[in-house]
């Protein structure tokens, strides 16, 4: 078992900038990679950036690249997400999520890959 657990939401304006942290633990040595994805009202849950764990590798959705940036210390198991240039319609709940899955470095943007999930957090961007 991966527990997570979220933390650094809040409200900010348009042009803000925050930083979101997932700290990691259980069998964190059994994590292949990590990923941020975020659900609006109303809306599916989706994919928003993915890193691998203890190798090099990220991948961003097109709506967030080049203004958010993700990294881990694995070390510390703490994943980061640092959002810049925030836009309303970035508002969402975000989550964190863990993949014991190898093939998760292939397909990082499917929800389905990850096997565990935080309780997420609250980001509200207004204009």
């Known amino acids: 078992q991966v527990q997570l657990v979220e933390s650094g939401g809040g409200l900010v304006q348009a042009g803000g900038s925050l930083r979101l942290s997932c700290a990691a633990s259980g069998r964190t040595a059994s994590m292949y990679g990590m990923g941020w994805f975020r659900q609006a009202p109303g809306k599916e849950r989706e994919f928003v950036a993915y890193i691998s764990w203890g190798v090099d590798g990220t991948y961003y959705a097109d709506s967030v690249k080049g203004r958010f940036t993700i990294a881990a210390d694995n070390a510390k198991n703490t994943l980061l997400l640092q959002m810049n240039s925030l836009k309303p319609e970035d508002t969402a709940v975000y989550y964190c999520?863990?993949?014991?899955?190898?093939?998760?470095?292939?397909?990082?943007?499917?929800?389905?890959?990850?096997?565990?999930w935080g309780q997420g957090t609250q980001v509200t961007v207004s204009s």
């Open positions: 999520a863990a993949s014991i899955q190898p093939y998760v470095r292939t397909i990082p943007m499917n929800p389905g890959t990850y096997d565990y």
